[in-house]
């Protein structure tokens, strides 16, 4: 207890000046992190730089030589590749408002979000209109994002069918929902490059297959052809399914707050359907 005393005895303004200044840039160095697909590429590095000690502690001479020596130039690459995201930073300092919390309170429930999201696509299944929602989990589609029309709006019914609506601006792009936030809408998708699909799969159901490659982000799709529902999760296309099987895909994917794996989850559903 003395030596916590003392502690604090010994802090004064400037250093709560300084400790605040150090939290806001490291919370909304997270934040900014957090919600680009890069951070990825950044635990591998993190990883790497930890291998740097316990390499030197084990005496691999070998690896410590090669990792040493690779971090020597590595800075300037990481300039080269991070470009994008360095230029996003910045703007994202200057056009970011002093704030502790950078969090939105939204007063919807799971169940209300899931309710008009399947009222939604079930009256676009209906009347044949095409629609594709993106469900950002835990890799930050920010760049995606940014190609659509940003909304930052909570999740109806009504907003969702007006934004598919055809021959409105918006209703040939994506939606990207971030969990209880219509993040933007009129999206563009990089498109699957695998060669081996179906040829009657069309381009709004390639586009969700490229988006869930590329990221753990969950597609829903609704052909304007067929009016059938789909959705989309690894890369992987699983073609007219039941409204009930919508609604169990959407309750695993607001269920928590702590966002589990629903991928491994949805995996082994599918294997155990299979037995």
Known sequence: ME????????????????????????????????????????KGIVLL???????DIFQLHMVNYILGHTFQVGIIALVVVFQPE?????????????????????????EQVIKEIVSAVSS?????????LI???????NDIVESG?????NISSGLLINIFIPNTPLHDGAVIIKDYTIRAAGCFLPLT??????????????????????????????SEETGYISYAIEGRLYR???????????????EDNEKPNIIDKWRNRNEDKKR
């Open 3 to 42: 030596q916590i005393r003392i502690i604090f005895s010994n802090i004064g303004f400037n250093s709560i000046i300084d400790i605040g200044i150090v939290y806001y840039v490291l919370y909304h160095g997270y934040l900014l992190i957090r919600d680009m697909r890069a951070k990825q590429l950044l």
């Open 49 to 55: 730089v930890a291998l740097i000690p316990i390499s």
């Open 86 to 110: 360095i230029r996003k930073a910045l703007e994202y300092i200057g056009r970011t408002s002093f704030s502790l919390s950078g969090m939105e309170r939204n007063e919807q429930t799971s």
């Open 124 to 132: 676009l299944a209906r009347q044949k209109i095409g629609a594709l």
């Open 135 to 141: 469900f950002e989990q835990k890799i930050g589609l």
């Open 149 to 153: 029309t940003m909304l930052n709006a």
């Open 193 to 222: 490059e695998n060669n081996l699909l179906s040829k009657d799969i069309g381009t709004r159901h390639r586009a969700a297959i490229g988006m869930t490659e590329k990221s753990d982000a969950i597609a829903v799709i609704v």
């Open 240 to 254: 007219n399914i039941k409204i009930e099987e919508l609604e169990y895909l959407l309750s695993n994917i607001y």
